[in-house]
């Protein structure tokens, strides 16, 4: 049977492309493997895939009877239908470790660094694999998405050192040339809905048994969102009335290096506990936030125990 490797839910660019990458790297080391996603490209990872020649990976959306890879999450919360009834023979990650448990021994690599793609990179090296060279340039994309081009907190110099190896693969000699290109297409919101929009980069969480919805759109100036910021307001407080204590959505500038986060909570001291910033209104301005892995989630999951 063919290995699956897939992707979290709501994929971003670091999600589809590590699937890809993943399943490259199993097929190479004996073992069939075949990328999958939970959902279609957003249109920044639509624009990484084309410029490198990759093709996006088949949706899927019940994975019971498979025999599995994780990529680029651990959590229960973030996977797909039918993962009770799979087995997960390893997982690549740079998120904290999540509450997916095995009945047997995996393979897992599970990395303090900006992305996922940057541990990928380490593993074809491990086990002397020659990276492709489309699959090289849309790693390094997949890092510069989630370093938000190296000014994230999560960003380290292992991830500086990979986009450095792996734009050479790639024959990339302008890094941050490239990188403004991709965000210019992420802060793209024209013709997009705002279900689209508030679901572009979105997860669930379960914070002290409450389910809280964590979304982020990061654009190159926060003013490209002045016109839909009413219509993500309202979005997310259709998104809370689902079943959710809270839903925040970060509105991140990454030439301001800050976040305006819109908030619909039932509690929304709860904000004021975790940033030390009092929500007047819907919204609150964070900054310095750039990362929903390490300075957004971490501060929620401590305010609501």
Partial sequence: ?????????????????????????????????????????????????????????????????????????????????GLAEAEILGIVDHHKLGDVTTP???????????????????MYD?????????????????????????????????????VDALAKIAGVSDVMALGMEMFKVKSAVEGASMKDLVFRDYKDFDMG????????????DLSILNPVKDGLYAEITKVKSEGRHSV????????????EMLIVSDDPAVVEKAFGVKAEGRSVWLDGVM???????????????
């Fill in 209 to 220: 048994g409450k389910k809280v919805g964590i979304g982020q759109l990061e654009v190159v």
């Fill in 1 to 81: 049977m063919s290995l699956t490797v897939i992707g979290h839910m709501n994929p971003d660019t670091d999600s589809i492309v590590s699937a890809i990458a993943v399943a490259d790297l199993l097929s190479k080391r004996g073992m069939a493997a075949q990328p999958a996603a939970q959902g279609k490209p957003t249109p920044e990872t639509e624009f990484v895939l084309k410029k490198f020649g990759l093709s996006a990976p088949a949706v899927t959306d019940d994975v019971a009877g498979k025999k599995l890879w994780l990529v680029d999450y651990s959590d229960i919360a973030q996977a797909p239908k």
């Fill in 291 to 305: 990362s929903r892995k390490k300075q957004v989630v971490p501060n929620f999951e401590k305010a609501f125990k």
């Fill in 248 to 259: 925040f959505l970060l509105l991140t500038d990454i030439m301001k290096e800050g976040s």
């Fill in 126 to 162: 491990f086990y002397g694999v020659e990276m492709p060279k489309g699959i090289a340039g849309g790693l390094l994309c997949a890092i510069l998405s989630d370093t938000v081009m190296f000014k994230s907190p999560t960003c380290t110099d292992l991830d500086k050192k990979a």
């Fill in 104 to 122: 047997n021994p995996l393979e897992v690599w599970t990395w303090p660094v900006g992305c996922t793609g940057s541990v990928i990179k380490a």
